[in-house]
């Protein structure tokens, strides 16, 4: 079982397991290509949802703004609100209307004015009629009364279109008549009434264009149905002519005419974004639904489209022809070629910022890496760290309002403030899942694009900078602390690399340049130097660097190191090297210190120097040596998370194997030595390196062991071996001593052996 190193994470994974198996069941921001050997699985940032052209935080309330403008220039004077009462169910009721228990300036403005009066009471009545019938459980039978009332107001309706309000009349008269389903008598209207209101006369094409419908007249319908941009009727149009209706085909349609920028947009992400979602049938472990063959459908629709319909939706067709082209066969040269020639003018805000993160990516992989790449990509990074900032911040409010609404108080409950708004942000992130746009495509070129370039330079410093970056960026300091694990790619990075080389990562951000300057602004490097150094004193640990281990733990905080998890097990407790899960006394801890990990460098530099004074006894030196090698030993295990961050299988890691095409990103497993057995592969030794050592370590010191007890006198010697189990050894080579006498008189099977 994967553990996180964070109490806190450790205590709530129970009670949150049931939850994220929803989660990531939906896996509704990105695709599943790996799976990790526990209940969760890691995904790769190359495979998250990338096509993103609708503006989620916009608010489109367009219809009803222009239709309280309209009803303004017939009632001055009135306000929004009480117009929105007075023409919506939601307000007045038609008795009010007809009793005039309204406000005194609306009876006033209505009293002189007794033909518009006449046509609201009219509208609002037809309304109140069509909406009797609209029940799913209605059915129509002759002398209804309720289409009688309907047939009624259709017919004064008619009678009053000659009249001032006469396009309005047209209208009422025309949705009485839908529902009555006389629709010859619609078309009549059509043909015979002059609309001078152009707005109008498009409110009244929606029921012409069921006229036509359900006359069969489906070129007419069809043409008015793209002018609005119904998609529903559309769609059930373009069956009746036979022709494609998917999303695609539906989006191409409506950009024939004007209006249909939102319609357009919804279809297009729908319609990629189940390609990013479809599953190959041929694998069915994984998920890869990026090399479809309807890739090329949408290149040849988008090109189409964006040639031959309205000039307005062009940047929409060209950003997503470029898009296609960032779908396997991944090509940037083509999205690059596309994405710089759309005409930013003419693109929606959004949407602008929308290409310029595509071509983000797209330059990220065509440019040349050296130091002005480094500048250029600071740039734009730090331009997504912000946008993503942004939505964190949002998202923050929005939590707090909502726990507040729940009772909670986020000064005196920090606890469910942190589980409200942490949990799913820490498990997304540890995970690699997508959970904020900006920062999900910084990370997508961060782990599939640039990390690799630096690799392929030996640019590990910088390397092991980007991926800390992309793993905290737009969190705070208490977030970082809660979002670490051995699932962050920096943690499994710098597991790689080494202290030193997470050090220099550390002292070289003093330079006054862009990319210093990003990685200080984003990073947990200079964010939060109790997590890095914890970091750094892990490593060195890890590499039996004890007094280095020991400085550097004296400039993390008690506090942070308190919370730092830990197995609660005695490192220098023998019985575990011969049984890891041994649950002795001795085996537990009976006091932590505040800052276990700096205890533990601590005395292992006491212990050193104890075995290597010479003016020691020769059994002191030798017990010292003893303790020293059992502490190298379990600190591997069973008390890993002194050397690491987590214990189980480590999730999937992406980056470029070296000396590798860039185009053939790999996907690497970093093991720990306990998963070997389970989860054996081929890896490149470049990144084997940390579980090699901690392997080999555990077997030198093992090693060790041996060769310090073969020091000691027989008694001492047999005192040990007892303690780890080999009963074996003291029969047969330690007979005479004390501890065999008691194994012989206290075990049944002594004979045996």
């Given amino acids: 079982m994967r553990t996180n190193y964070r109490n806190t994470l450790r205590l709530k994974s129970r009670k949150s397991m049931s939850k994220y198996r929803n989660i990531i069941t939906a896996a509704f921001m990105l695709i599943a290509h790996a799976v990790s050997a526990c209940w969760y699985p890691t995904f790769e940032p190359q495979y998250y949802l990338t096509y993103n052209i609708i503006d989620n935080d916009a608010k489109n309330s367009q219809s009803e703004t222009d239709m309280i403008r309209i009803w303004q220039m017939l009632l001055p004077g ?74 009624s107001l259709a017919i004064k309706a008619k009678s009053r279109l000659s009249g001032k309000y006469g396009d309005r009349y047209a209208i009422q008269a025309a949705r009485a008549l839908r529902v009555l389903k006389k629709y010859p008598e619609i078309i009549t209207i059509a043909e015979t009434h002059q609309f001078k209101d152009s707005q109008l006369k498009s409110i009244f094409d929606q029921s012409l264009a069921s006229a036509y419908y359900y006359t069969g007249a489906y070129e007419q319908a069809l043409e008015i149905y793209q002018n609005s941009g119904d998609e529903t009727s559309l769609r059930w149009t373009l069956e009746k002519l036979g022709m494609d209706t998917n999303n695609l085909a539906l989006a191409r349609q409506l950009s024939l005419a004007p209006g249909n920028d939102s319609a357009i947009m919804r279809l297009l992400q729908a319609h990629i974004r189940q390609m990013e979602l479809a599953s190959d049938k041929d694998e069915s472990w994984y998920w890869n ?76 992989y065509l440019r040349e890496y050296d130091d002005t790449y480094k500048n250029w990509f600071a740039g734009e990074a730090d331009w997504l760290c912000k946008k993503g900032t942004e939505i964190i911040d949002r998202k923050r409010i929005e939590r707090a309002e909502k726990v507040g609404l729940l009772g909670y ?33 910084l990370h997508r070129a961060a782990d599939c694009i640039v990390v690799p370039k630096m690799l392929a330079a030996n640019d590990t410093i910088s390397a092991l900078q980007l991926l800390d970056l992309v793993d905290h960026a737009g969190l705070s300091a208490e977030e970082i602390i809660m979002a670490d694990s051995h699932g962050c790619a920096s943690i499994c990075f710098a597991m790689e690399c080494g202290a030193d080389v997470a050090t220099t990562a550390k002292t070289t951000l003093n330079a006054n340049n862009s990319w210093s300057s990003l990685i200080k602004r984003n990073s947990s490097i200079t964010r939060h130097s109790d997590r890095w150094n914890d970091l750094i004193g892990t490593l060195l640990i890890a590499e039996t660097r004890y007094v280095e281990a020991a400085e550097t733990f004296e400039t993390v905080s008690d506090q942070y190191g308190s919370n730092i998890y830990d197995t609660g097990k005695n490192p220098f407790a023998l019985q575990f090297i011969s049984d890891p899960l041994c649950r002795y006394g001795e085996t537990k801890m009976q006091s932590l210190s505040p800052n276990h990990k700096k205890w533990f460098a601590q005395r292992m530099t006491q212990l050193k120097q104890t075995m290597d004074n010479a003016n020691k006894p020769r059994k002191v030196r030798t017990m010292a040596g003893i303790d020293y090698y059992t502490g190298i030993a379990n600190s591997v295990y069973p008390c890993w998370s002194l050397t690491r961050y987590g214990e189980g299988s480590s999730p999937f890691f992406p980056y470029q194997i070296p000396n590798q095409p860039i185009g053939k990103r790999a996907t690497e497993i970093i093991h720990d030595y306990m998963c070997e057995e389970y989860f054996p592969v081929d890896q490149p030794s470049k990144f084997n390196r940390s579980y090699q050592r901690l392997k080999i370590l555990r077997q030198e010191s093992i090693k060790n062991i041996k060769e310090q007890i073969a020091l000691l006198d027989d008694n001492e010697a047999a005192e040990i071996l007892m303690k780890i189990g080999q009963y074996l050894t003291i029969k047969h080579h330690y007979a005479d001593t004390d501890i065999a006498n008691q194994l012989k008189s206290s075990c049944d099977r002594w004979s045996d052996w």
């Fill in 78 to 151: 009135v306000s929004r609100e009480e117009i929105k009462k007075l023409i919506y169910s939601d307000g007045y009721t038609v008795k009010d209307l007809q009793t005039l228990n309204l406000t005194t300036q609306l009876k006033t403005t209505l009293g002189n004015n007794k033909e518009l009066y006449d046509y609201i009471v009219l509208m609002r009545e037809t309304e109140t009629e069509c909406a009797r019938t609209a029940n799913p459980w209605y059915f129509y039978y002759d002398d209804d009364p309720k289409l009688q009332r309907l047939d």
């Fill in 289 to 364: 639904g990026l090399s479809l063959p309807e890739i090329g459908e949408v290149i040849s629709v988008a090109k189409d489209a964006a040639e031959k319909g309205l000039e307005c939706y062009k940047p929409i067709w060209q950003y997503t022809e470029g898009f296609a082209y960032l779908i396997s066969p991944v090509d940037y040269e083509k999205a690059d070629s596309v994405f710089s020639k759309i005409n930013l003018n003419a693109a929606s805000p959004h949407l602008k910022e929308q290409i310029r993160t595509l071509r983000f990516i797209t330059q990220s």
């Fill in 409 to 441: 108080d986020t000064y005196s409950h920090p606890e469910e403030w942190h589980t409200n708004f942490c949990e799913n942000v820490i498990f997304f992130r540890n995970t690699h899942q997508s959970y904020c746009y900006p920062l999900d495509m």
